[in-house]
């Protein structure tokens, strides 16, 4: 299967496909209506079905951009489908919702899908093209994706966090929870599409894409208790997010996520899905310390925690190598504030061939 090369979106590009469908999810992110906002041409109707994905948590926050998508698409589409219910706490109800609706779209209608994962949760973003995939077997897919301009926690505040983890009393682990955006850890959560081929008795390899929020690795790493975990740190293609990386890695040391357990530290893209592919390829092969393959040893899970492309990109491996299992954790608790602030480049990405 080859790897695509992502490229900045160009909204013309969709104008010009014929009978598109569009997919999105109504987020509180300022960028989960970008994509939308890019394409807006008055009287003129550019997709043949359009379908919003609706959460049924944070109704308050996410009610700006989801009247807005259902004001806009109403105008560019022919037929705005009735919206998807998201339930987060039940994954096997809203795989059922997203494919009863997709069912109801004719496939001899459509001749190409766009799916807008920038409103989307990671575990959302697989499960979406793992459905999609599934029901319109064969049709062309485009995934697109805008960046935000800026992301929490912001670089002015980073020293000032990592001191209150140094510290961590009470008052502190509470200002912290405010501070990265969620809270404690609620439910480990494996994809019913992707729960892999565990072999018995074997251990258990996973790989972790570190974000910004260890009490969730904490709760996941405690409740899934891998054997080996190859913690992989995203480094960002723009240099004024660079400095990431680092807190990243502080964070999780001051934590002591992964002390007690063996692991290997190395660091991953957040952008790039070739490289991102091409490093789990290589982590899936490697050799241990004494010559075994690691895929033939240990039984593989990936849970991509981090950026939405990582979770693409994880979803791509996935395809090749079915064997392997996709585990995530829910926070206790989100603050919707402190995610990311306006829209930046958008960009769009073509799904191999299956």
């Not at 970008?34 to 009287?43: A, C, D, Y």
């Not at 929020?213 to 960002?236: D, F, H, K, Q, W």
């Amino acid at each position: 299967m080859e790897v695509n090369k992502i490229q900045e979106f160009n909204p013309d590009f969709i104008k010009q496909r014929g009978n598109p469908l569009y997919i999105c999810a109504a987020g509180f992110e300022d960028r989960a209506v970008g994509i939308v906002k890019s394409l807006e041409t008055p009287k003129v109707k550019i997709f043949r079905y359009s379908l919003i994905l609706e959460y049924n948590t944070h109704k308050n926050e996410n009610r700006g951009n989801l009247q807005f998508l259902q004001h806009s698409l109403e105008k560019l589409s022919f037929n705005l489908m009735d919206n998807t219910k998201i339930d987060i706490d039940d994954m096997l109800k809203t795989g059922n919702n997203l494919s009863n609706t997709l069912k109801k779209i004719p496939s001899e209608e459509i001749d190409s899908i766009f799916i807008d994962i920038s409103g989307m949760t990671n575990f959302l973003i697989l499960l979406a093209l793992h459905r999609v995939n599934e029901t319109f077997y064969g049709k062309e897919i485009f995934v697109l994706y805008a960046e935000a301009q800026d992301y929490y926690p912001k670089k002015g505040e980073m020293d000032e966090i990592l001191k209150l983890v140094t510290r961590r009393q009470d008052g502190d682990i509470m200002e912290l929870s405010k501070k990265l955006g969620t809270s404690g850890a609620r439910e480990t959560l494996i994809l019913p599409d992707f729960k892999g081929y565990f072999k018995e008795d074997y251990p258990i390899c996973l790989i972790f894409f570190a974000g910004y929020e260890p009490s969730r690795a904490i709760g996941l790493i405690e409740t899934y208790r891998p054997n080996l975990i190859i913690a992989c740190y995203g480094v960002s293609p723009h240099k004024h997010f660079r400095q990431r990386t680092k807190f990243s890695k502080d964070l999780h040391t001051e934590f002591k996520v992964f002390k007690q357990y063996k692991h290997v530290d190395m660091e991953v893209s957040t952008f790039n899905i070739q490289k991102i592919v091409s490093k789990l390829e290589k982590i899936y092969t490697s050799a241990d310390n004494e010559g075994g393959i690691l895929y033939e040893k240990y039984n593989i899970a990936i849970s991509p925690q981090c950026s939405k492309l990582q979770a693409l990109a994880t979803y791509l491996f996935s395809l090749r190598h079915p064997d392997v299992q996709v585990v995530f954790c829910l926070p206790g608790a989100f603050n919707p504030k402190r995610y990311s602030e306006k829209i930046g480049k958008m960009w769009m990405y073509k799904l191999p061939s299956p």
